[in-house]
């Protein structure tokens, strides 16, 4: 089993940056994709980006492009993103997640069958 727990989120104003991280614990992720997907009430789960966690195989939703930046600490066994020139349209309820599977694929179509996802944690960005 692994435990995947999500931190950093908070209220920033527009343009501003964060920086979550994903802290897994338990069982090894060697082999997995690990992501972070967000979600607004009302509206679907998307994917934002995801690593591979042992391989650096890295993939990024165009909303995310030149904006986002995933990177992992394997030593840390913690995924980050990094959020800049943050906007309104940010705003989210993030959570990683992570399965046996390419990051690009899982990021786009597998979410649903993740083997394991974290609680989330809440990005507000103020206009």
């Known amino acids: 089993q692994v435990q995947l727990v999500e931190s950093g989120g908070g209220l920033v104003q527009y343009g501003g940056s964060l920086r979550l991280a994903c802290a897994a614990s338990?069982?090894?992720?060697?082999?997995?994709?690990v992501g972070w997907f967000r979600q607004v009430p009302g509206k679907e789960r998307e994917g934002v980006s995801c690593?591979?966690?042992?391989?650096?195989?890295?993939y990024y939703d165009d909303s995310a492009k030149g904006q986002f930046t995933i990177s992992v600490d394997n030593a840390k066994r913690t995924v980050y993103l990094q959020m800049n020139s943050l906007k309104p349209e940010d705003t989210a309820v993030y959570y990683c997640?992570?399965?046996?599977?390419?990051?690009?694929?899982?990021?786009?179509?597998?979410?649903?069958?993740?083997?394991?996802w974290g609680r989330g944690t809440q990005v507000t960005v103020s206009s």
């Open positions: 690593i591979s966690f042992s391989e650096g195989y890295v």
């Open positions: 338990g069982a090894t992720l060697e082999g997995y994709a």
């Open positions: 997640a992570a399965m046996k599977h390419h990051p690009a694929d899982f990021c786009r179509y597998y979410s649903p069958y993740a083997d394991y």
